[in-house]
Each structure stands twice: as C-alpha cells, then as structure tokens.
C-alpha cells in the first residue's frame, strides 16, 4: 500500500511579513512545512514504522520553487520520493484538490493525509474536495490512527467530544495536534534526502486552474500603547501591569 502526503509551506508563526503592492510579500520571510501537513507526514511514517505493509510514502508539493525546501525537510524526515508541481499560481483548497486526486490516482495511493486546515487559507476545504473528487470516504481531525491491512481505525474530535471510527480503505485523513510528534531530521538523514527522488511536474499537465483570486492582501496590526511603567516598586509595577493587560490590550479576561 502506497501513503500520499501532502505537504505545503507557510509562513513561520512567528516570522515577520511585509505587505508590497496589496500582496503578501514573502522575500525574507522564514517559511516551514505548515504544521498540520507535518503531522502528516510523521504520521505516515509511524504507519509504515507500526508494520502496516507500507511499501512506499510519497510527499507532493504544489508552489513555487522554494517549495523543494519543504519537499527536502519531508525526505530527510523518512519520506521514500517528493512530487513537486512547480508553479507561481497560488491555487485554492478546489483547484489543489484536482492535483492532489490526479497525482493519487497515478501513483496508486491507497492512503492520503492532508492537514485538517490549511493556514495560508485557513480552510478545511481541500480533504473534503479530494475525497469527493475520488469517490473516497474521509476522517476527519483524527488524533489516533491504526492501519491494519485494508482497513484504517482511529478516533477523531467531533462537536461534542471525539467518536472511534472503521473504514475500508482507499481513504483521506486529515491531520491535526495531537496525533502525534513530528520528528526532527537528523544529519544523516538530511544528506541521504539530497539523493532521493524529487520529481518535477506541470502544473498544466493536472488542467487545474485557480477558481478564487487574490486581490489584495491585508496585515492586521495593532498599535502600541508606548507605556512605561515604573519598575522602582515591584508590586505597584505588576499591578499596573496587569491593569493595562486586562483594560486597555484586552489580554486578560
């Protein structure tokens, strides 16, 4: 059985970004896997670790070409080969899914996690999307998964709590928290992934095209209070400190 991963770059959560002509301007930026497809990823390797009859794991990519970084970190992490779809489009959760079905489909996965909201869209679109798309069923934020020949077992979070689950594969699971705890790459690792496989694809050869355009960005700021506060008495200072958190940064209920 063959594991698809995808694996996406975002913005570092506490990088700093830069708006340039009503874009999002990510030129210097530091950018990481995003976190949900990370757990993927690790996931897909604890499933292959646990004696699941894994015979290959698959990452695939769809950006520009910075994304190899992203690809690189999933091979040096345990992946087997990396797909990346090398284009500049920035495609919506609906137009990525017919990249990630079509890919799917020719590498005979049987398995396809995906992180349960994408932060560059923070949309849970693009799981739902590519089990429609294949005619697969679809688990949800999963927190515990087990893969037992054709048949996957788990337990995922619902509105009022969590509920266990069965389901026949081929399928599409979502990642999130909790899962489990990415792997860092180790430096042998690091040097064996600049061996492995990273095919290089067209965009144009999917047919996938964006079905939402960006406009224009925005950052959200906020702006300083610009207060200082006394030190000379410690306690005076932490109260004053504390008012200021609760009634004018709203921090604290």
Sequence with gaps: ?????????????????????????????????????????????????????VEEIVALAVGPKRVEDALRTAL???????????????????????????VAQAEGA???????QEADWDSQALG????ERLGWPQLTWTNELKLE????????DVDDGNESFRAALPAVVTTQQGLNEPRYPTLPNIMKAKKK????????????????RVVQSEIQTRA???????????????????????????VLA
């Design 76 to 102: 040096a992490m345990g992946v087997d080969r990396a797909i990346h779809v090398e284009t500049d489009e920035k495609l919506d959760p609906i137009a990525l899914s017919r990249v990630v079905a079509q």
């Design 197 to 212: 496989e990273l095919r290089k694809d067209d965009l144009g050869t999917y047919g996938a095209q964006p079905t939402v």
């Design 110 to 116: 049987g398995l396809i996690l995906v992180g349960g």
């Design 1 to 53: 059985m063959k594991i698809l991963t995808l694996v996406r770059q975002v913005p570092d959560a506490e990088a700093r970004v830069k708006i340039n002509a009503q874009n999002v301007d990510l030129e210097g930026t530091t950018l990481v896997i995003d976190g949900m497809d990370e757990y993927g990823v690790e996931e897909a390797l604890r499933l292959r670790e646990g004696g699941a009859g």
């Design 224 to 250: 300083r209070l610009n207060k200082m506060i006394d030190g000379k008495d410690p306690q005076a200072a932490a109260e004053q400190l504390l008012d200021l958190l609760r009634n004018e940064a709203k």
């Design 128 to 131: 739902a999307a590519t089990a």
């Design 149 to 156: 020949g054709e048949t996957l077992t788990g337990r995922h």
